[in-house]
Nanobody
Framework: QVQLVESGGGLVQAGGSLRLSCAASGRTYGRGWFRQAPGKEREFVAGIRWSVGDTYYAESVKGRFTISRDNAKNTLYLQMNSLKPEDTAVYYC???????????????WGQGTQVTVSS
């Protein structure tokens, strides 16, 4: 069983930065970040193939967000720069046994952390 605990959310002004962390237990093939804004469906943000560090991003965050991992700590990160008000959402960490690029292939989810970007 995989357990995921996110941290690092908060309130930031537009143009600012935040780093999210996700402490995980158990092995995985891929991990990723998703987000859900009020009244919207959950959307894929970024994924990483855990063993080799290959990454994949949604177009909306490419060039601004960076997904990374620390194997020794079994921790996933999302560095978010140049934040925009439209990035406001609850951000979820997720784990997949078989995928990292396929948004439908994630099996385990964290509880989420709120990110609010003010204009």
């Amino acid at each position: 069983q995989v357990q995921l605990v996110e941290s690092g959310g908060g309130l930031v002004q537009a143009g600012g930065s935040l780093r999210l962390s996700c402490a995980a237990s158990g092995r995985t093939y891929g991990r990723g970040w998703f987000r859900q804004a009020p009244g919207k469906e959950r959307e894929f943000v970024a994924g990483i193939r855990w063993s080799v560090g290959d990454t994949y991003y949604a177009e909306s965050v490419k060039g601004r967000f960076t997904i990374s991992r620390d194997n020794a700590k079994n921790t996933l990160y999302l560095q978010m720069n140049s934040l925009k008000p439209e990035d406001t959402a609850v951000y979820y960490c997720a784990s997949s046994r078989f995928y990292y690029r396929n948004p439908d292939g994630y099996d385990y989810w964290g509880q989420g952390t709120q990110v609010t970007v003010s204009s």
